[in-house]
């Protein structure tokens, strides 16, 4: 089993809708979890940066960390077809940084 | 702000050629990474480096490859001999050490051995 598990999709829904992408891990010493999106034939750029448990809103896009059942979500409201790319989460525990990496969700909003 | 710079973009070689790397990371940025992803395994981490040492080496694959930082703005990922399974996007990223987490990226090499 891997340390984190993340749905490869894609995933794809109308622009305007409410999108909802999600981790599991099983690693409890995880405390730092973040949020990379990739756009096509580019880097990883961080999105959503989150210690601990608890929420964190940057504009259009929510973190949300649940660590009693292992669980990390990023929603993003009024998606728009920008959105569009793979959104890969990441989480380390003491050693910063060593990342430990989903697989990604390629996300898809159609105009 | 000129961000995380690779060259090559695109690398294309045969077989048992050498093929070298190149990353200039954010300026003022003391950690820096090499990552390869493929859409079998992801992203790997290869090496990381602190302050121009390399602190851990663990992800790099075999002896065939090599990594340097002989200065602050300069590094090197070399392969030698290259195999068709090498084939890959190699990404470098660098961050500042007390925000390790807060990788910046550059626009990766795509590696083609044939």
């Known amino acids: 089993q891997k340390e984190v598990e993340q749905d490869p999709g894609p995933l794809s829904v109308p622009e305007g809708a409410i999108v909802s992408l999600n981790c599991t891990y099983s690693?409890?010493?995880?405390?730092?979890f973040m949020w990379y999106r990739q756009y096509s034939r580019k880097g990883p750029e961080l999105l959503m940066y989150?210690?601990s448990s608890g929420n964190k809103e940057d504009g259009r896009f929510t973190a949300q960390v649940d660590k009693s059942s292992k669980y990390i979500s990023l929603f993003i409201r009024d998606s728009q077809p920008s959105d569009s790319a793979t959104y890969l989460c990441?989480?380390?525990?003491?050693?910063?940084?060593?990342?430990?990496w989903g697989a990604g969700t390629k996300l898809i909003i159609k105009p | 702000d000129a961000g995380v710079i690779q060259s090559p973009r695109h690398e294309v070689t045969e077989m048992g050629q050498e093929v070298t790397l190149r990353c200039k990371p954010i300026?003022?940025?003391?950690?820096l990474f090499w990552y390869r992803q493929t859409m079998m395994r992801g992203l790997e981490l290869l090496i990381y480096?602190?302050?121009?040492?390399?602190?851990?080496d663990s992800g790099m694959p075999e002896d065939r490859f090599s990594a340097k930082m002989p200065n602050a703005s300069f590094s090197t990922l070399k392969i030698q001999p290259s195999e068709p399974r090498d084939s890959a996007v190699y990404f470098c990223?660098?961050?500042?050490?007390?925000?390790?987490?807060?990788?910046?990226f550059g626009p990766g090499t795509r590696l083609t051995v044939l």
């Open positions: 990223a660098s961050s500042l050490l007390r925000t390790e987490n807060e990788q910046f």
């Open positions: 300026s003022g940025h003391n950690s």
């Open positions: 480096f602190n302050n121009n040492v390399p602190i851990d």
């Open positions: 690693n409890s010493a995880f405390q730092y």
């Open positions: 989150t210690y």
């Open positions: 990441a989480m380390s525990g003491g050693s910063n940084y060593q990342l430990i």
